[in-house]
């Protein structure tokens, strides 16, 4: 079993940034890979963005040259640092880890004002 646990959301505005945590319950170097998804109301979950064990990268379009993901070993924490932040980033957003078994956080909104 992995919990996870998701903060760092809350309301900016256009043009700001926040930088998400999510803090996990068992060492991330045993997991094959870490990721961040998002749901906005009326839509489905979708991929934001995932880091490997082995430090590889890789982003949705969408964020592309504006959110970097990034993980601290010693304190089992994958982070994602959003900047530039759009109206339509507006959404919940869940930590994921890939154990073979997958496991998602609660999630933490994040809302983007215009």
């Known amino acids: 079993q992995v919990q996870l646990v998701e903060s760092g959301g809350g309301l900016v505005q256009a043009g700001g940034s926040l930088r998400l945590s999510c803090a996990a319950s068992r060492s991330i170097n045993s997991m094959n890979a870490m990721g961040w998804y998002r749901q906005a109301p009326g839509n489905q979950r979708e991929l934001v963005a995932t880091?490997?064990?082995?430090?590889?990268?890789n982003y949705a379009d969408s964020v592309k040259g504006r959110f970097t993901i990034s993980r601290d070993n010693a304190k089992n924490t994958v982070i994602l640092q959003m900047n530039s932040l759009k109206p339509e980033d507006t959404a919940v957003y869940y930590c994921?880890?890939?154990?073979?078994?997958?496991?998602w956080g609660h999630g933490t909104q994040v809302t983007v004002s215009s």
């Open positions: 994921h880890a890939d154990r073979g078994f997958g496991y």
């Open positions: 880091i490997t064990s082995g430090g590889t990268t």
